[in-house]
């Protein structure tokens, strides 16, 4: 069996898989350092985990009380958010990726250090169990370096500043299950939306990533729950210069998006709030989702499939229905709707590792 853990920074999600890549059994705890809750399978109580490595210890004992043992494991897996521009494929755990994952907090200061976080407390608590990581933003090495590539000096190109592109693992899993659906016929362009809290398109061209609309941090490109989504760089300054960065940041990733516009961030409510602020947010989504499928097209020079996944993405049938009526320009396609599956593709990715390894 094979353990994938996704830490952040106040909690920690566990998920068991059979070689079959069957999920055994899930767990996670919240409010990491206070008073937490501790869900087990169909079990919930309130713990109080001072740290990552003693909420892990909490899971690993609920889980052996169903019967999963912690001896039982072959390997673990974990989710990190930034592998930057070196860590560009999932790979096994050493000290030299450890400096990697690192290196690249100050591109995801509040993931990478949760996501180390639960590296250690794990090989604290299992020291001889091998462990493997995969990156968000790894799907999209294969972009051409026109489309990473920030019209800057090159000192500021030099320090990071490029698209990177996330939602890596999601669109992954899509590759994999359309595969899977149509018989290894992958369309040759393939249009994938993750749509949910955070919404992004990925252009995969030949299976690969080819585009996506997230850049350098996944504040850009849609409309959000309550990021703006794209925005000109002087608007930014503006609110930096009146409310300071720190205030600027708050307004642009928490205070907007459909938030902002509707009143709700969830666009279920949305959709029953029958409010015309409501109704325009939907509008405002769609339209943005639209416009930047047209630029995913573009890259991919035309459109063979289109995969949905995510909240929104799975069960807004009207979203989603409308979305594809203003793409018919690009042409009548086969439309799958993909159940998020992260955490198995993890997984999945993880098991080749480790066959290879063995």
């Known amino acids: 069996m094979l353990l994938v853990v996704n830490a952040g920074s106040s909690s920690v999600k566990l998920a068991v898989f059979d070689a079959g890549l069957a999920q055994v059994i899930a767990g996670s705890v ?44 072959q390997a673990a897996a974990h989710r990190v958010v930034h592998g930057g521009a070196a860590l560009i494929a999932p790979c096994r755990v050493t000290p030299e990726v450890l400096e990697g994952i690192a290196a690249c907090v100050p591109l995801a200061p509040l993931h990478n250090p949760g996501n180390l976080t639960g590296i250690a407390a794990l090989a604290a608590l299992a020291p001889d169990l091998p462990q493997y990581v ?67 398109l990925c252009a995969i061209r030949g299976g690969v990533s080819v585009a996506t609309t997230m850049g350098y941090s996944p504040l850009d490109g849609l409309t959000m729950g309550t990021r703006t989504g794209g925005i000109d760089g002087n608007a930014v300054l503006k609110l ?57 097209i573009a890259a991919m020079g035309g459109l063979d499939g289109i995969a949905f996944t995510g909240g929104i993405g799975e069960n807004d049938r009207e979203m989603r229905e409308g979305i594809v009526a203003d793409l018919l320009w690009a042409g009548p396609v086969p439309v799958w709707v993909i159940p998020a599956e992260e955490e198995r593709t993890i997984a999945a990715e993880a098991m080749a590792l480790r066959a290879r390894d063995l």
């Open 134 to 200: 995969s990156f968000d933003t790894a799907f999209h090495a294969t972009n051409p370096e026109v489309a990473v590539t920030y019209a800057l000096p090159l000192a500021e190109r030099e320090a990071g500043l490029r698209r990177y592109g996330f939602h890596g693992i999601s669109y992954s899993g899509i590759v994999r299950k359309v595969k899977e659906i149509s018989e290894n016929a992958l369309p040759k362009r393939l249009l994938a939306l993750h749509l949910g809290n955070g919404a992004s």
């Open 30 to 73: 919240t409010e990491i350092g206070g008073a937490g809750r501790l869900r087990v399978g169909e079990v919930a109580r309130d713990v109080a985990a001072a740290d990552h490595r003693a909420a892990l210890g909490l899971c690993f004992e609920a889980m052996a009380a169903h019967g999963v043992q912690l001896s039982a494991l």
């Open 240 to 296: 930096a210069e009146r409310h300071g960065i720190a205030g600027a940041s708050r307004i642009l990733n928490r205070e907007s998006g459909l938030l902002a516009l509707g009143g709700q961030s969830d666009m279920r409510a949305l959709q029953e709030a029958e409010t015309a602020d409501a109704a325009f947010a939907r509008a405002h989504f769609r339209y943005w989702a639209v416009r930047h499928a047209g630029s995913m």
